[in-house]
């Protein structure tokens, strides 16, 4: 099986699970904080956390642009709840500064499962993931609002408060959940994914776009 390299955007967040949650899924995990860092990865994962922090040392570390260009030019990319909102083209209820790289058409709400359910869990079932349901675990995790015509819609919570709720999409290349699998023993997505990064990858730095 041909070997990629995927990042994991380590600007703040659970980097560390995500890069462990790749290597277990068989792809060599490097963390990206520089500009040089990012040109050598063949996918990218942008972790859980807080999204204003992220958008703002993106800024600071001058990798808003880069990415917004690798991620234009068909990197596969792969974002988990405050990844997520960092990978959408319009974020409601973020900060007025509150800056992302795009990639998916689509509205996200940040916080949107509101207080009473800061934290909780619910099965997801993923479009394209055998298996049963995810064990999904949501932290003050937004939700997708609207979605645009080419972005496909994975999964939607299934019980509880936010039922019917979108919170897995992907288009082309990219994806994004608004749960953590790099919290849970789950490895399916992160597998899932490594395959998509092997799909688009023909050598080092080469990328296809996305079927
Ligand atoms: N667990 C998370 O990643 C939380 C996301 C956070 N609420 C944000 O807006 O970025």
């Known amino acids: 099986m041909a070997e990629v390299t995927v990042g994991v955007?380590?600007?703040?967040?659970?980097?560390?699970?995500?890069?462990?949650?790749?290597t277990g899924a068989g792809a060599t995990a490097v963390a990206v904080r520089r500009p040089e860092e990012l040109e050598r990865v063949d996918g990218l994962v942008v972790p859980g956390?807080?999204?204003?922090?992220?958008?703002?040392?993106?800024?600071?570390?001058?990798?808003l642009d880069p990415i917004r260009k690798r991620i234009g030019a068909g990197l596969p990319v792969y974002g988990s709840c405050a990844g997520m909102i960092m990978l959408a083209t319009e974020v409601l209820d973020g900060r007025?500064?509150?800056?992302?790289?795009?990639?998916?058409?689509?509205?996200?709400?940040?916080?949107?499962?509101?207080?009473?359910?800061?934290?909780f869990e619910a099965p997801?079932?993923?479009?394209g993931v055998p298996g049963p349901s995810?064990?999904?675990v949501f932290i003050r995790a937004p939700?997708?609002?609207r979605v645009a015509d080419g972005v496909q819609v994975l999964?939607?919570?299934?019980?509880?408060p936010g039922a019917g709720r979108i919170v897995a999409v992907r288009q082309g290349n990219v994806v994004a959940t608004a749960f953590h699998p790099e919290l849970t023993g789950?490895?399916?997505?992160?597998?899932?994914?490594?395959?998509?990064v092997r799909g688009a990858t023909d050598g080092p730095g080469q990328h296809r776009f996305a079927e």
């Open 9 to 22: 955007l380590a600007l703040q967040g659970d980097v560390r699970e995500h890069l462990a949650a790749l």
């Open 49 to 63: 956390g807080e999204s204003t922090t992220i958008s703002k040392l993106a800024e600071a570390f001058d990798l």
């Open 96 to 119: 007025p500064d509150q800056q992302s790289f795009g990639g998916i058409e689509m509205t996200v709400r940040r916080n949107a499962f509101g207080r009473q359910v800061d934290s």
């Open 124 to 127: 997801v079932e993923l479009a």
């Open 134 to 136: 995810f064990h999904a």
């Open 143 to 145: 939700w997708v609002e």
């Open 155 to 160: 999964g939607r919570v299934t019980e509880g």
């Open 186 to 196: 789950d490895r399916r997505l992160h597998r899932w994914f490594v395959d998509l």
